[in-house]
Nanobody
Framework: VQLQASGGGLVQPGGYLTLSCAAS????????MGWYRQAPGKQRELAAT???????DYSDSVKGRFTISRDNAKNTVYLRMNILKPEDTAVYYC?????????WGRGTLVTVSS
């Protein structure tokens, strides 16, 4: 399974972006799909996850500002990011699991700066 993330870019503080991550390849049934992020000099951390049935989980740092969603028919997960802050600057990675396998995309850079 391959994951292709897109939608990153430069945005001003207070702005918004929507990230997309499309899965392709030998897909049978993707369970959890999620977004993680890694800021410069920091470890990768969870942003949000969503199960196949739509149950979501968010880190405290993004709760109330970010919304994760998915389209199972398209094997795609989205991350709508509102009220972006400079501290949201990071490379955002999507992942997905299928049975006992975990797959990662290459990441898309989000820069929040004026």
């Amino acid at each position: 399974v391959q994951l292709q993330a897109s939608g990153g870019g430069l945005v001003q503080p207070g702005g918004y972006l929507t990230l997309s991550c499309a899965a392709s390849g030998h897909i049978i049934s993707l369970n959890h799909m999620g977004w993680y992020r890694q800021a410069p000099g920091k470890q990768r951390e969870l942003a949000a996850t969503i199960t196949r049935d739509g149950i979501t989980d968010y880190s405290d740092s993004v709760k109330g500002r970010f919304t994760i969603s998915r389209d199972n028919a398209k094997n795609t997960v989205y991350l709508r990011m509102n009220i972006l802050k400079p501290e949201d600057t990071a490379v955002y990675y999507c992942n997905a699991d299928q049975f006992l396998d975990l797959f990662w995309g290459r990441g898309t850079l989000v820069t929040v700066s004026s």
